[in-house]
């Protein structure tokens, strides 16, 4: 599996911002996919983003204009910029990795709480 460690959630007002980051450990231009999932309390875990090894990026509709996914190749390292949070944002988010042969691979994942 690729190994994945999470870090930048918090405790953030309502309005604020987060950047969240993904560091695998392997060159992330030998996966095909990564991206990002958050679950919140007592519900599945959903899609967020989602950015392939060619750089094309996929979000869910509901999240487009205020959360960003980005890549940092030479650190190899996946990004969720988190705009105008709101309190419906509050959940564990998770980082994923779908390497070749491997399977899908998961973060710690990393908590993000939204005050209104």
């Known amino acids: 599996q690729v190994q994945l460690v999470e870090s930048g959630g918090g405790l953030v007002q309502a309005g604020g911002s987060l950047r969240l980051s993904c560091a695998a450990s392997?060159?992330?231009?030998?996966?095909?996919?990564m991206g990002w999932y958050r679950q919140a309390p007592g519900k599945q875990r959903d899609m967020v983003a989602t950015?392939?090894?060619?750089?094309?990026?996929n979000y869910v509709d509901s999240l487009k204009g205020r959360f960003t996914i980005s890549r940092d190749i030479v650190k190899n390292t996946v990004y969720l910029q988190m705009n105008n949070l709101k309190p419906e944002d509050t959940a564990v988010y998770y980082c994923?990795?779908?390497?070749?042969?491997?399977?899908?691979?998961w973060g710690q994942g990393t908590q993000v709480t939204v005050s209104s």
């Open positions: 950015i392939t090894r060619s750089g094309s990026t």
């Open positions: 994923f990795a779908d390497a070749i042969a491997l399977g899908r691979s």
């Open positions: 392997r060159s992330i231009l030998t996966i095909p996919a």
